[in-house]
């Protein structure tokens, strides 16, 4: 099988080539793919799901392309809105706040892989930007940074709806972040390591995707994951019946987008998190990496690896729509949660829980082996 | 040699860069007009009363410090994990006697109150 132990010794020119085009993949996917579209996905899926039209006014010489247009328009419309500060704002926190939210929501994905290792032309190319032994902590502590971005925007807006929505952001993040670690240790049990690409390999075999060996983990890092992203039924801190819009009810332009886009990138990192964990990674359910080598096998050896390859970053791909798909689904069906629920749902309900699925799965994994 | 998290720092970098570009932008582009009442901070249209910076309820701190106690139990609870296997049945019991602390622990917080929200 494939050497875990992949350190960059051999090469130094191929290897950072090959950095730098996973590096420009990723980037590219996020915030040429992602960023952009998942605000015309957004207004469509809802408009479909609310038997609405949506998203179809905007056209060039009468073409609207099925409102994908609002894409572009949108862009220049926050390109040149201006930028505005209220007066007794903290003009530097104010200008930092938007830079916190959105530089962790682009790093989180590092870890990730969106491919297994293959051997081309002598290269062993290994389809994640960093392969990491700490892996999921690093999303951890990359993803909780981000939580000062919103808090220090509410603080910094000298607006007090803009303060309710930044303590109420600090006060769920913690909460949930408690909850979140823990629903995932049992995981890190099962498979045994924190790496992300030996938690993909160890699902080659279908009955070993992680949502068969820990349901009950799936389900509760599910509905931490959503509260982490501040989507409804979890956009408290955001409300806009109540608190305009929030700790960010004081910005506009691309300030304004940043946190927009660092909400939709989480979106993304929370799908491909659930993809790489609980749903196989890149992996075909009863097509192993083997298989698919052999069945190109008449393209010769390297180029049946590159095609075995791009099906795999394909399917991971394909996965984390689907995600992104469910996740919009699940935002445009539930209702907002009151904040008392909220705090009750974190500390009463799947803190507890989180702590007896550890209790459990050690006792099955010790009576098993 | 390279380390593994060279392409870390690289990412990090190039985050940076696009933050850092698109903050410049919006502050370059744009117009700018700035008149006494556009100034205030947005109360729908009422001149705000109360100052932001005023205290606020005790509850979000008791959070703040219940969260760095469950936190590093998290913390412990990682690299456990990951050896599991191999501590056996003495690591196991180990560590529910820590989660059995921390429940009693969870379970007073709770019996005092701190986690309810009128």
New interface residues.
């Given amino acids: 099988m494939f050497d875990y132990t992949y ?3 051999m090469n ?1 020119i191929p ?1 950072l080539a090959e ?2 085009v ?2 420009v993949f ?2 590219s996917m996020n ?1 040429g793919v992602f960023a952009p579209l998942l605000g015309w996905v957004e207004r469509k899926q809802s408009a479909l799901m609310q038997d609405r039209i949506g998203a179809n006014r905007a056209d060039i010489f009468g073409f609207t392309v099925f409102g994908l247009l609002h894409t572009l328009t949108d862009a220049i419309k ?6 505005f500060i ?4 903290d003009r530097t926190l104010h ?1 930092l706040a ?2 916190i939210a ?2 962790p929501a ?2 989180a994905f ?1 870890v990730i892989p969106f491919g297994g290792q293959y051997e081309l032309w002598g290269h062993k190319a290994n389809l994640v ?4 032994d700490v892996g999921m ?2 999303i951890f502590a990359v993803a909780s940074v981000g939580t000062y971005g919103a808090v220090i925007a509410g603080w910094a ?8 929505g930044g ?1 109420r952001v ?2 769920q993040m ?2 949930y ?2 909850a979140m ?2 629903t995932l ?2 995981i ?2 099962v498979y ?3 790496r992300m690409t030996e938690i993909g390999a160890a699902q080659e075999n279908f009955f070993h995707w992680g949502i068969f060996l820990q349901p009950v983990g799936f389900f509760l890092f599910i509905a931490c994951a959503l509260a982490e992203n501040k989507r409804t039924p979890f956009d408290i801190p955001e409300a806009e019946s109540e608190l ?1 819009a929030g700790y960010f ?2 910005y506009s ?3 304004f ?2 946190f927009w886009m660092a909400e939709f990138l989480e979106m993304v990192t929370i799908s491909a998190v659930l993809v790489a964990l609980f749903f196989g990674g890149w992996q075909i359910p009863f097509v192993s990496h083997q298989m698919l080598a052999d069945f190109f096998g008449f393209l010769g050896p390297n180029l049946a690896q590159v095609v075995t390859m791009l099906i795999h970053v394909g399917v991971f791909w394909a996965k984390v729509c689907l995600w992104i798909f469910i996740l919009m689904l699940i935002r445009w069906t539930l209702p907002r949660f009151r ?2 629920q909220v ?2 749902l974190g ?2 309900i799947i ?2 829980l989180a ?1 007896i699925n ?2 459990v799965t ?2 099955v ?2 009576l098993v ?1 | ?2 380390n ?5 720092f ?3 970098l ?3 860069g ?3 570009a ?2 410049v ?3 370059l ?5 700035e008149f006494d009442d556009k ?6 249209g009422v001149s ?1 009363v ?1 100052d ?2 005023a205290r ?1 309820s005790v ?2 701190y008791i ?2 410090m ?2 760095i106690l ?2 590093i ?3 412990f ?2 690299p456990w ?5 191999e501590l ?2 003495f690591g ?1 019991v180990e ?2 006697v820590f ?1 059995g602390v ?2 009693v622990g ?1 379970v007073y917080v ?1 019996k005092k109150g701190a ?4």
Avoid: H
């Fill in positions: 350190l960059p010794e130094l290897y950095m730098m996973k590096i990723i980037f915030m926050l390109l040149t809105k201006e930028d209220p007066r007794g704002a200008y938007p830079f959105v530089v682009l790093v590092a930007i960093a392969d990491l902590l690093y807006s000298n607006n007090n709806w803009s303060l309710l303590i600090g006060a913690l909460s972040e408690v670690g823990l240790v049992g890190f049990m045994g390591t924190l305009i009810t004081e332009g691309l300030k987008a940043m904040y008392d705090m009750k500390w009463k803190l507890p702590l550890i209790a050690g006792a994994i010790l082996r | 040699m390279l593994q998290y060279v392409p870390v690289v990412m990090t190039a985050a940076c696009t933050a850092v698109m903050i932008l919006t502050s582009i744009g117009p700018k007009k100034m205030e901070p947005f109360e729908c705000p109360a932001p910076k606020f509850r979000f959070i703040a219940l969260f469950f936190d139990e998290a913390v609870l990682f994990a990951v050896v599991f296997r056996g049945m196991f560590m529910m989660l921390l429940g969870l709770w986690l309810e929200w009128e």
